[in-house]
């Protein structure tokens, strides 16, 4: 999959697309029921299989001091498209000139002129141009007159409960991975390099992989059973574990990272990129009176956690 950032970047390949449009958080299963849309249209007629979003999230730009609330950060979402057979990935910079096109131009200046688009699909809520001006009947007009194709995908249910990013976020907050899975149609995944921390895992017998979660959207804190996927690196592949979603309340710190103990695993990570998929949560956060008594849970969680994922 390429990615693309400017216009400047474009080859004559990478014109003509069939792209799906969207902010794609989660890349859930709503937003891979509009990629399926271009999926087909693209094999149709011949052309690249596209996808058009924008870095940083509009809502970044509109409310900075609102808290983190992004499922994917931009590793994990292009990591989750490509797996999904995207060609191009339009990664467009949300700046104050973009946000402050008309529809028109937005649709003139970017989708037609800018990305040289052929056919795009959007979501029946999707809005677009300043003041979020622009709705699917009016992109479907742009585009009969600028030279694209335009097609509406409707919005998906599971059950009673309609697909969003923002249900998915519920679902996490309340320590529900197997239902935020379900709406996403994969597990949730946190992606990133692997970072230093305090090595205390080392000394109680459970070496850890920090992440860091800043920029994204919480789950609950405690202790799940994750898959690993080692991106990179001499260890690349899939394992099994347990990690820890918290701030640490037994040393006394206040930053929110995942530490991730990966089972019958020997080998350094620094440095190396992770993606570690949430499947069930096993307990909140505590904090122990004593290392020993840590340890002793750690020890059950790990059982716990290998019982989950055998």
């Given at each position: 999959m390429r990615i693309l950032r400017s216009h400047a970047d474009l080859t004559a390949d990478d014109r003509n697309a069939s792209a799906a449009i969207g902010n794609f958080d989660g890349v859930h299963r709503g937003h891979q029921a509009v990629l399926q849309l271009a999926r087909t249209e693209a094999e149709t007629r011949s052309v690249p299989l596209g996808v058009v979003t924008f870095e940083p999230h509009p809502r970044e730009v509109f409310?900075?001091?609102?808290?983190?609330?992004?499922?994917?950060?931009?590793?994990?979402?292009?990591?989750?498209l490509a797996r999904l057979g995207v060609d191009?990935?339009?990664?467009?910079?949300?700046?104050?000139?973009?946000?402050?096109?008309?529809?028109?131009?937005f649709a003139q200046d970017v989708l037609a002129d800018g990305l040289g688009l052929s056919h795009v699909v959007i979501g029946a809520d999707f809005r677009?141009?300043?003041?979020?001006?622009?709705d699917a009947a009016m992109l479907r007009d742009f585009g009969a007159r600028m030279g694209f194709d335009v097609t509406v995908a409707?919005?998906?249910?599971?059950?009673?409960e309609r697909i969003s990013s923002t249900r998915i976020r519920e679902a996490l907050s309340a320590g529900e991975p197997a239902r935020a899975a379900e709406m996403?149609?994969?597990?949730?995944?946190?992606?990133?390099?692997?970072?230093?921390?305090?090595?205390?895992?080392?000394?109680?017998?459970?070496?850890t992989a920090n992440m860091s979660?800043?920029?994204?959207?919480l789950p609950k804190f405690g202790v799940y059973a994750v898959t690993v996927d080692v991106l990179s690196g001499a260890k690349?592949?899939?394992?099994?574990?347990?990690?820890?979603?918290?701030?640490?309340p037994m040393f006394g710190e206040n930053t929110p990272n995942l530490e991730t103990f990966i089972f019958d695993f020997d080998g350094d990570l620094y440095d190396t990129h992770l993606s570690v998929g949430l499947v069930s949560?096993?307990?909140?956060?505590?904090?122990?009176?004593?290392?020993d008594a840590l340890i002793e849970q750690m020890d059950r969680d790990s059982s716990q956690a290998r019982e989950i994922l055998a």
């Amino acid at each position: 999959m390429r990615i693309l950032r400017s216009h400047a970047d474009l080859t004559a390949d990478d014109r003509n697309a069939s792209a799906a449009i969207g902010n794609f958080d989660g890349v859930h299963r709503g937003h891979q029921a509009v990629l399926q849309l271009a999926r087909t249209e693209a094999e149709t007629r011949s052309v690249p299989l596209g996808v058009v979003t924008f870095e940083p999230h509009p809502r970044e730009v509109f409310a900075p001091d609102a808290p983190p609330f992004r499922l994917t950060n931009a590793e994990t979402k292009a990591h989750r498209l490509a797996r999904l057979g995207v060609d191009r990935l339009y990664e467009l910079s949300f700046d104050s000139a973009l946000s402050s096109l008309t529809p028109e131009a937005f649709a003139q200046d970017v989708l037609a002129d800018g990305l040289g688009l052929s056919h795009v699909v959007i979501g029946a809520d999707f809005r677009f141009g300043k003041g979020r001006a622009g709705d699917a009947a009016m992109l479907r007009d742009f585009g009969a007159r600028m030279g694209f194709d335009v097609t509406v995908a409707e919005l998906l249910a599971t059950g009673d409960e309609r697909i969003s990013s923002t249900r998915i976020r519920e679902a996490l907050s309340a320590g529900e991975p197997a239902r935020a899975a379900e709406m996403l149609g994969h597990l949730h995944r946190i992606d990133g390099p692997v970072i230093h921390g305090e090595k205390r895992g080392r000394l109680l017998g459970y070496p850890t992989a920090n992440m860091s979660m800043e920029g994204l959207h919480l789950p609950k804190f405690g202790v799940y059973a994750v898959t690993v996927d080692v991106l990179s690196g001499a260890k690349a592949g899939r394992y099994s574990g347990v990690s820890s979603l918290g701030v640490r309340p037994m040393f006394g710190e206040n930053t929110p990272n995942l530490e991730t103990f990966i089972f019958d695993f020997d080998g350094d990570l620094y440095d190396t990129h992770l993606s570690v998929g949430l499947v069930s949560f096993l307990r909140g956060e505590a904090r122990f009176d004593t290392l020993d008594a840590l340890i002793e849970q750690m020890d059950r969680d790990s059982s716990q956690a290998r019982e989950i994922l055998a």
